[in-house]
């Protein structure tokens, strides 16, 4: 009857009272503790088959439609409940410590020298649009992602059930619905922004000079062109890991491809490893655009940015704004020249 009522498999070699007499000890006594209840002991027997992963026939179809319960499937959980979890939680709080002590020990950046009072136009409005949506879906995204995963440790405990389950399907629902969307602004940031963040020769002398941020080299501001080294690190990682997200993402979100359990598994292990990659990685960001440098966020905030700032962080883009500023003068210049000897003649 159980069978029916869980999923309408039935076993093959269909376990029998008889079965239990060749059981080993652990399971005597378990069968002593059912007593002689004949069905009893028949359904233990029968569940002890399903779970060393024995299958059955159903008039269902589909890949692993006989298996009640997958016996490999303990692998995916020890990985992701014993071994991602704790080491991710260590690694989201070891990454918020290191930020708090680098602004403590080191310092925010500031700016060397006055600022100018001249801005230039750093980012459009379509390009804050597009980061400020990335950063919100991000963020929110991360935390209702955290929330399934810690959630039970943290927050369980100390709230009402049913509190608890209307987080929970919150939570999920947002994850599940949004996620689509991390894709697709994940596109479009690749594209927006992708033919900027190409690796140079000026960028590797930023590294070798640890972006000019920590210790002797603090205040020396390494050359860079619209981003430094550090934002185009920080570019590809969004891409590749935000790109093993959006799939296996995709994957668990759409489970009618005929996924098995071990793809759902392996996508779910995929999607946490890679998650906790990112939310790593922006922390970091989070970091110095908030707190860690004079002058980054009203950039992104304004699209402006103090000549001086731009001189001091993206010299190379400086020079070459200033130097196209320059040409276009010149061109108007002579367009209004060429005019007044025409309206002249
Ligand atoms: C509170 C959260 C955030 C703040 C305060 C922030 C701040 C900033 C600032 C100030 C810049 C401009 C840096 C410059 O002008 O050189 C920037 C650029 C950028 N941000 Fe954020 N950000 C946040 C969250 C995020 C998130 C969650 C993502 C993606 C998941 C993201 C992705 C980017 C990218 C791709 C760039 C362009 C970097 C480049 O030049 O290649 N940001 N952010």
């Not at 009072?117 to 991000?138: N, V």
């Not at 939570?171 to 690796?199: E, T």
């Not at 990685?281 to 700032?309: N, P, Q, S």
Request: hydrophobic share 45%.
């Amino acid at each position: 009857m159980i069978t029916i009522a869980l999923s309408g498999t039935v076993l093959a070699n269909d376990a029998t009272p008889q079965d239990a007499e060749n059981t080993t000890e652990v399971q005597e006594e378990l069968y002593q503790a059912v007593g002689q209840d004949p069905y009893q002991r028949g359904t233990m027997g029968f569940w002890d088959q399903v779970r060393q992963g024995e299958s059955g026939f159903t008039t269902s179809k589909g890949d692993e439609h006989d298996v009640l319960i997958s016996t490999p499937g303990n692998t995916w959980y020890i990985l992701k409940e014993k071994w991602m979890s704790p080491v991710g939680a260590v690694a989201i709080f070891g990454s918020i410590t290191m930020m708090i002590l680098f602004y403590i020990i080191v310092g925010p950046l500031m700016l060397s020298a006055p600022r100018t009072g001249k801005t230039i136009l750093r980012w459009t409005r379509w390009d804050r649009a597009l980061h400020w949506s990335m950063a919100f879906t991000f963020l929110t995204l991360a935390f209702s992602g955290l929330m399934l995963v810690y959630g039970k440790h943290f927050l369980k405990p100390y709230v009402p059930s049913e509190f608890w389950a209307f987080i929970m399907m919150l939570a999920k629902q947002y994850h599940n619905y949004i996620g689509p969307i991390f894709c697709i602004l994940l596109i479009a940031v690749l594209f927006k922004w992708m033919s900027k963040s190409f690796f140079n020769k000026a960028d590797l002398q930023w590294f070798l000079k640890l972006g000019g941020m920590v210790g002797k080299h603090k205040g020396t501001h390494p050359s860079a062109d619209f981003s430094n080294g550090g934002e185009k690190a920080l570019f590809w990682l969004l891409i590749i890991c935000g790109a093993l997200v959006s799939i296996s993402g995709l994957v668990l979100d759409f489970p009618i491809f005929g996924q098995t359990r071990r793809d759902m598994e392996f996508s779910n292990l995929v999607h946490s490893l890679s998650a906790l990659i990112l939310i790593c990685g922006f922390v970091f960001h989070i970091y110095i655009g908030l707190f860690g440098m004079e002058g980054a966020l009203e950039g992104m905030v304004t699209g402006e940015v103090d000549e001086t700032w731009a001189k001091e962080h993206h010299d190379i883009w400086y020079a070459r704004v200033k130097a196209e500023q320059q040409r276009s003068t010149v061109d108007l210049d002579a367009t209004n020249k060429g005019d007044s000897l025409n309206e002249q003649s």
